[in-house]
């Protein structure tokens, strides 16, 4: 009888420590995040980790390490970093959607990529689900999200200023083996800026050359250093207008400013999915009798999205594209 009572006693003890197991684990598997993150993720990634090996990465002065042979990589907020995968040929498996969808200009390498939500809002459960080796953050990023992204795999923030843009892609390069097809794509670049900087800087001599994007149905300008500026000004060497030199970051412009500014060519960047509110905002700023008066647009010397609205003007494949572009159209 004892014998038994011992035995109905353990019973009921192993049961409640089961029922205290399962308890812990649905408390952990928060799709948040907010807590610590799921134990099935943990362990998935001890055990990658434990059959690849890990290396370091230094990127802008600090030091990452991520697994030794990096495949599955997810894409969050980091515009940039689509771009670099555009021209580095790298197919992510999990990619940032705008309006639900993933855009034309990233076509070519999102064959394979599930949606992990839109630029600013990431879906979490989803890139848990997709155990990633690598996630590419934005430099954009609160701290919270950030630290909501580490729990689920080594983060890195790609930094959305222009100036970084060789070290953007040089990233993207040593995380997937892809080195020499960079570096290839840098003295090319290099290469063809020189050869139109000679040209150009002796015909617009005294001319001014400006490019626009309009957002919500402004017209705005960026300092010196970003947008595509940095390829007018910096890499093609033509003069700087007064209204983008005092320019501080993103900045509305006038119809009246745009006036005193008085460019000889203008580039424009309009998005559909940027105007969704204003839809006609580019055709009546066009039709404006003072915007009617500028230079540019009293010579037919406006050009609008001779490159596709979405770029970001910094990355590799920005730069590649524009430059072609500003070949293209200043050159005739």
Known sequence: MKRKFLLIGFITLFMLVLAACG?????EQDPSLDKDES??????????????????????????????????????GAMEAMEDMVVLDVHPVGAIAVGGKFPELYA????????????????FEKIVELAPDVILGSTKFPEEVHGKLEKIAPTILVSHISTDWENNLNL????????ADAEKILSTYKADIEAAKATLIEKLKGQKVAAIRMRGGQAYVYPKEVFFNPVLY???????????????SQEAISVEQLADMN????????????????????????????????????????????VDPLMEGGPAYSRIKFLESVQQYLLK
């Open 172 to 179: 993207l390069a040593e995380l997937t083996g892809k080195q």
């Open 263 to 306: 460019p000889d060519y203008v580039f424009i960047q309009f998005s559909a999915d940027e105007n969704a509110d204003a839809p006609n905002a580019l055709e009546d700023f066009k039709k404006n009798p003072i915007v009617q008066n500028i230079t540019a647009f009293k010579n037919d010397q406006v050009f609008v999205n001779v």
């Open 23 to 27: 308890g812990e684990k649905e408390s």
């Open 234 to 248: 910096g890499e093609l060497g033509l003069e700087v207008p007064n209204e983008v030199s005092k320019a501080k």
């Open 39 to 76: 134990r099935e993720t943990a362990q998935t990634k001890q055990e990658l980790t434990e059959e690849n090996g890990t290396r370091t990465i230094e990127y802008l002065g600090e030091s990452y390490t991520v697994p030794e042979k990096v495949e599955r990589i997810v894409v969050t």
């Open 108 to 123: 070519s390498v999102t064959d394979k990529a599930e949606s992990i939500g839109e630029k600013i809002k990431p879906n």
